[in-house]
């Protein structure tokens, strides 16, 4: 396989196009395999859409909304300025300061479950307010559950992953305001 930098120059553009976040390629004995930090669908002609933070990490699928429309502003470890579009507002009807937001990051690769046990109650809904502390959610990982608890006060804005569903590490689970 010819893996001169303008090929790889080029997987890499196509990535960043196509929103595709790992690529794999094997002609023969050799082989290339490339992975992005961050992945977004690709762009929609009528839909505006800034480029990608090369820094941050993601999850390996797609996100299910289209990528944010303005681009986040530099932040410390624990927070994004990224939020769904639906998320627009408060209560109140005054627009969200998107330098507030904190994502809630995976510590480690596992199943996010909402709730402490089947059938139970979710330890958090969109709405709920949260006090520094306060647990999350529990990612289980090789058979422990660890629990995830709030960074900060706040109210959860959005909740990014579905209860069972596998997250990668550093992947956001939820958004705190």
Do not use: H
């Not at 977004?40 to 990608?52: E, G, I, L, R, Y």
């Not at 993601?58 to 410390?76: R, S, T």
């Not at 209560?91 to 994502?103: C, F, Q, R, S, Y």
């Not at 690769?109 to 502390?133: L, M, N, T």
Request: proline residues 10%; glycine residues 6%; charged residues 25%.
């Amino acid at each position: 396989m010819d893996t001169s930098s303008s090929r790889v120059d080029a997987l890499a553009q196509v990535m960043q196009e196509r929103g595709i976040a790992r690529i794999r390629i094997e002609e023969g004995d050799s082989s290339i395999e490339m992975e992005r930090p961050e992945a977004f669908p690709a762009p929609v002609a009528a839909t505006p859409v800034a480029p990608a933070p090369a820094a941050s990490v993601a999850p390996v699928q797609a996100p299910a909304m289209p990528a944010p429309a303005a681009a986040p502003a530099p932040e410390a470890a624990s927070e994004s300025a990224e939020a769904p579009a639906d998320v627009d507002a408060t209560d109140a009807g005054k627009p969200l300061d998107m330098t507030k937001v904190i994502a809630v990051r995976a510590p480690m690769v596992g199943v996010f479950y909402a709730s402490p046990s089947p059938g139970a109650e979710p330890f958090v809904r969109v709405g709920s307010k949260v006090k520094k502390g306060d647990t999350l959610c529990v990612i289980e990982a090789m058979k422990a559950m660890n629990e995830v608890t709030a960074e900060a006060d706040g109210e959860v804005v959005d909740i990014c992953v579905s209860d069972g569903e596998l997250v990668e590490y550093d992947c956001i689970l939820m958004k705190i305001y």
